[in-house]
């Protein structure tokens, strides 16, 4: 299979070399050139297969037998080997029309682990193979970045940097990061919000002469290989539901940076059958007032109890947007032009009755995102967490009759245990996150100042 930049004018010769290039050189993001369908027929084959199994048989569709397949197979295995529950994302089901997956069950108990344990693997294993240095640099909201240092800690020719903003996640994410005391990690506090350290990396990645030098890999969902595991799961849940094939399955999605919900978005487009694919946003919500008027236009940044959502720009929306514009290069280029120099784009017209034909969407404000919580937990003594609880929320919007819901639930309650709190209800810690509180922490805390950050990393890579 071939990969192509949305902006068209970068190929890659193949799968590592997509997984390698993370941001394009043009500026875009990588995308097969051509999507492969799976048939009704094999979708069935699949019902019975572990989500190990499963995952093998999604990635043998677009690695083009560049990794002999008893490796993959081995990274596979290895990547979900310390995974608490055997089916790594298992599905509860919460009453007749409800199911919950639960994405949490990795070693920093988020959706993330689900991706980033296998693409610590992958990049392990291309150092080795190539003889490269693999030096990954990322911004996280919270929960990537905790998940890509557990992906990729102590393992030989890879450093990793993470940017975080500086007090804006919970405890438990910042201290699952910063408790890590390996020489090849390095974390940055950076004062300002999420989408600052977001614009830092996509413009290091940007400076292809400082790309280059440092060889700079991307672990964010710029980086297609983190869209491409996140399908696995979308798959694994519609199978496990009995008759699923007679069956309206909707999913609602948890979505800041637009890479969880444009997994699902990906597999609708290989032929999974899902009837509506919901996103649900807090009050950073971008991505509802694009669905509900065509207008993606960045606001005013607002801390709210799920933290790991308060994203203005969202990096996977040029993807959608790609197809959105039936491929269209040119057309894309010219969009986030007007978006660099006009701070917002528009679609109308038949692009934007696709829009509301492919998702709907829900800003779920604090109070609602905390009512949800304290429902569900006296209703069916489900804890939820706040991301969780703005899924909940959007299906109970969203959801007709005659449908069945899967909603991800995209974290363990214990990492945002401040908006738990607020509730009243008073939870137990399991013992992983019990202990980073006794641990002491590395990080260094700087201004938001790209040269300042690149003289960390500077003095960090060499």
């Known amino acids: 299979m071939e990969y192509i930049s949305t902006r068209g004018n970068v ?7 997509t997984v390698l290039m993370g941001l394009a050189d043009d500026g875009g993001l990588m995308v097969p050139f051509q999507i492969p369908v799976i048939s009704p027929e094999k979708l069935e084959e699949w019902r019975s297969l572990s989500f190990q199994e499963l995952f093998l048989e999604i990635f043998s569709y677009y690695t083009n037998d560049e990794i002999p397949y008893n490796d993959l197979k081995e990274m596979v295995y290895t990547s979900y080997g310390n995974f608490r529950a055997p ?77 975080h903003p500086h007090g804006k996640v919970s405890k438990v994410q910042e201290l699952q990061m910063t408790t890590v005391d390996d020489s090849n990690v390095l974390n940055l506090s950076v004062e300002g919000n999420f989408d600052d350290c977001q614009k830092v990396i996509k413009e290091l990645f940007a400076d292809l002469d400082f790309k280059g030098r440092y060889h700079l890999r991307a672990i964010n969902s710029i980086n297609f290989v983190r869209i491409l595991a996140q399908t696995v799961y979308y798959f694994y849940a519609y199978l496990q539901i009995e008759g699923s094939d007679e069956k309206k399955i909707s999913i609602s999605v948890p979505s800041g940076n637009f890479g969880n919900i444009f997994s699902g978005y990906l597999a609708q487009k290989m032929g999974l059958p899902i009837h509506k694919l919901i996103i649900a946003t807090n009050e950073n919500n971008i991505l509802e007032r694009f669905v509900l008027t065509g207008e ?52 109308d017209g038949a692009a934007f009755e696709q829009v509301q034909q492919d998702f709907s969407a829900l800003g779920v ?70 202990a980073l509180f006794s641990m002491p922490q590395f990080m260094t805390v700087v201004e938001h100042d790209k040269a300042e950050i690149v003289r960390q990393l500077v003095k960090f890579y060499e």
């Open 87 to 163: 089916e790594v994302t298992p599905l509860h089901q919460v009453n007749d029309s409800l199911y919950v997956l639960e994405l949490f069950h990795g070693p920093t108990f988020a959706f993330k682990d689900v991706a980033l344990q296998f693409m610590g693997e992958l990049y392990s294993y291309i150092a080795k193979v190539r003889g490269e240095i693999i030096h990954i640099l990322g911004a996280t909201s919270g929960d990537t970045g905790a998940a890509a240092i557990q992906g990729v800690r102590g393992k030989e020719g890879i450093k990793i940097c993470i940017l």
């Open 11 to 17: 190929k890659a010769k193949g799968f590592i070399d």
């Open 296 to 347: 993606y236009k960045p606001g005013s940044f607002t801390g709210t109890y799920s933290p790991s959502m308060d994203i203005q720009v969202a990096s996977n929306f040029e993807r959608y947007l790609y197809y959105l514009l039936d491929e269209d290069a040119v057309k894309l280029s010219a969009y986030m032009a007007q978006l660099q120099a006009e701070g917002k784009i528009t679609v």
């Open 365 to 434: 404000k604090n109070q609602q995102c905390l009512d949800t919580i304290g429902k569900y937990e006296q209703e069916y003594g489900y804890l939820l967490d706040p991301h969780t609880a703005c899924g909940i929320a959007a299906y109970e919007a969203f959801s007709g009759p005659d449908e069945t819901n899967i909603t991800f639930a995209t974290a363990h309650p214990a990492k945002f245990d401040e908006a738990i709190a607020l509730t009243g209800i008073k939870q137990e810690f399991p013992a992983p996150i019990s």
